[in-house]
């Protein structure tokens, strides 16, 4: 895989500029920030965007888009760990499903458990018993998704170990440590990273619910499901302090989603019925 | 046929198994006392002690955990601290909510998507395709509750179209009903209908290379035909699995958009307990949407011997 090549593919390219976009943002929140995202401001409460606060402010007259830089930074923070958790713990527990038969059965059964309920309420609920913070978020929704990698981890194992070079390293007498090491690791590694690529994109919006349902990191940390939380009561005098978040979570995630797609078809094209 | 039937139920039971273990092992990850939080700060300290016992919690964990299993093999989950009610009880009257919810919003998706990734197939690589597979990628990025507040804001306080949110039961008023349900099940729909799309497409394709779609096309039947009686049979079963997988996806969903419509589901109740710390009602809604989520998922294993005639002759 070449990088020109792959940045020629039109769905990576687009989501490179969206991802892009908000993550630059994002890291510069600092400077690019106009004002102190948790500073209180009752002078200019609920108000409309003006040139000052270009998109206005919130009931305790905090500025809405320094608030979301803030946000947004949180958001892909914590989608980020939970894309390595996830890819560390569901790579090994696939790798270890995949290549031995005798705990696969087993393990598998665990992670069908775990994938039995549905993703987000099992994450609020281990949220909200962990006790909420901005590592609980990333514990909950590492449980609620590493069973997904698991699965796609275990696929491209029982792929990978029925290749001929495989039983040829065996027949040379390679041990095991050395052919998963070489030959099997290196082979799951494209399906691993489209799927952790998607698994972002999960993160990002489950924890946006997380954090509007009250069980993110707590206040005044901005994040961007508690900024629309915060909105939703001034829906009627302000509606956009609700609106302008949803539209950078959803840049962020259709951004992933598109270079999910790009790198799946770059890499494998085979891969394009993978179930996520 | 039927011990096909039987092993795929007896698949079901490990994995009821780990749901149970995790539903109830939760309270024990849980740092300091239940009882104590539960209770609230104003609370004396017999107040506390008797909610203790009423939860159980001075027993050792082990005896705590015999005791609910054999509740919940008797259809027992326990009782509210809140409602001061029986949490089966208290769930099971909401979930019809929660599952019309659910099950219409992957209706309409099923009805949408299909047809639009046979579509997207039929077009490949046109601007068709193009069209049809960016609505299903946009579609499933966008985030639910959020795309429920907009259309709040939109069509019930800017339009006054549909109202804003709450319930309206089905035999009081249909129409009332279709009302209340149209925004959440329309939100959830448009979430539902990509990755359908998408499925379907990419199981159309597969399958339209193939040798009797080939001679489909050669004796002269004509290409929407093609597409809809062959091409889809054959690619039933893969869109069959993302339905089943959606269904569980459409249920999480369904649990978070009622708090923005104000729907008196599951959601409402589970949520509404994470928030105030109703332990025996988030054991009780974890424990029984995963079982709905896995009974649903029988089902699904079930029509793939209905639409995939192969699938009945193995084992």
């Known amino acids: ?39 209180n401001n009752f002078r200019y409460r609920l108000g409309e965007p003006n040139h000052a606060h270009l998109l206005g402010t919130d009931r305790f007259g905090r500025d809405v888009l320094s608030r979301i830089l803030f946000g947004a930074r949180v958001s892909l923070r914590i989608g980020l760990l939970v894309v390595v958790a996830s890819g560390l713990i569901g790579g090994v527990v696939g790798l270890v499903a995949g290549w031995w038969p005798k705990v696969d059965s087993w393990l598998m059964r665990v992670m069908d458990g775990l994938m039995a309920f549905p993703g987000i309420l099992l994450a609020i609920a281990l949220a909200v018993t962990l006790g909420p913070s901005e590592m609980t978020a990333v514990v909950a929704l590492t449980v609620a998704f590493a069973p997904r990698t698991a699965r796609v981890m275990r696929g491209a194992v029982l792929v990978a170990r029925a290749q001929d070079y495989v039983e040829a390293a065996r027949a040379v007498g390679a041990r095991t440590g050395r052919i998963l090491r070489r030959h099997i690791v290196p082979a799951t590694m494209a399906p691993l990273m489209v799927q952790q690529t998607y698994i972002f994109a999960v993160a990002i919006l489950a924890e946006a619910v997380l954090s509007f349902v009250g069980v993110g990191p707590p206040p005044p940390q901005p994040s961007l499901g508690a900024i629309i939380a915060d909105g939703r009561d001034n829906m009627v005098e302000a509606p956009w302090i609700a609106l302008s978040p949803g539209v950078v979570i959803a840049m962020l995630v259709l951004g992933l989603n598109l270079l999910g797609d790009g790198l799946r078809d770059a890499l494998d094209p085979r891969m394009r019925n993978t179930v996520r | 046929m039927l011990r096909l039937i039987v092993v795929r139920l007896l698949a079901a039971v490990p994995v009821l198994f780990v749901v149970s273990l995790v539903s109830f092992g939760l309270t024990l990850l849980v740092p300091g006392d239940i009882a104590a939080e539960m209770a609230g700060q104003m609370a004396s300290r017999e107040e506390v002690d008797q909610l203790r016992a009423q939860l159980g919690l001075n ?104 109202p804003s949110g709450g319930w309206v039961p089905f035999s009081d008023d249909p129409i009332g009903w279709l009302r209340s349900i149209a925004m959440p099940a329309g939100v959830l729909a448009l979430n539902q209908m990509g990755p359908l799309a998408r499925m379907t497409r990419s199981a159309a394709l597969e399958v339209s290379n193939s040798d009797f779609i080939r001679t489909a096309r050669a004796k002269g039947l004509a290409e929407p035909r093609v597409f809809a009686r062959h091409v889809l049979a054959a690619a039933a079963v893969p869109i069959l699995t993302v339905a089943g997988i959606s269904f569980g996806i459409a249920l999480g969903g369904a649990l978070v958009i009622e708090q923005v419509f104000s729907l008196p589901g599951v959601g409402r109740l589970v949520i509404g307990a994470v928030l105030r710390r109703d332990w025996p009602v988030i054991q009780g809604g974890l424990l029984l949407t995963a079982f709905v989520f896995v009974a649903v998922n029988l089902i699904v294993d079930l029509l793939y011997l209905w639409v995939d005639p192969r699938l009945r002759e193995q084992r």
Not at chain 2, 68 to 74: A, D, K, P
Not at chain 2, 104 to 125: C, T
Not at chain 2, 153 to 161: C, E, G, N
Request: glycine content about 10%; hydrophobic content about 60%.
């Open chain 2, 59 to 162: 027993r050792p964990p082990l005896e705590r955990m015999v005791a609910w299993y054999g509740g919940v093999l008797q259809g027992d989950l326990g009782r509210s601290i809140l409602l001061n009610q029986s949490v089966g009880s208290a769930i099971l009257e909401r979930l019809p909510v929660t599952l019309s919810l659910a099950g219409i919003a992957l209706l309409v998706a099923a009805l949408v998507g299909v047809p639009l990734g046979l579509l997207a197939a039929a077009k490949a690589h046109k601007w068709q395709d193009q069209a049809a597979m960016g609505t299903a990628l946009v579609g499933l990025s966008l985030p639910d509750f959020w795309l429920g507040l907009l259309l709040i804001w939109v069509l019930a306080v800017k339009m006054q179209w549909l």
């Open chain 1, 1 to 39: 895989m070449k990088i020109p090549s792959i940045l020629k593919r039109r769905s990576f390219a687009a989501g490179l500029v969206l991802v892009g976009a908000v993550a630059v943002a994002a890291g510069l929140a600092d400077w690019l920030a106009p004002f102190d995202p948790v500073k």
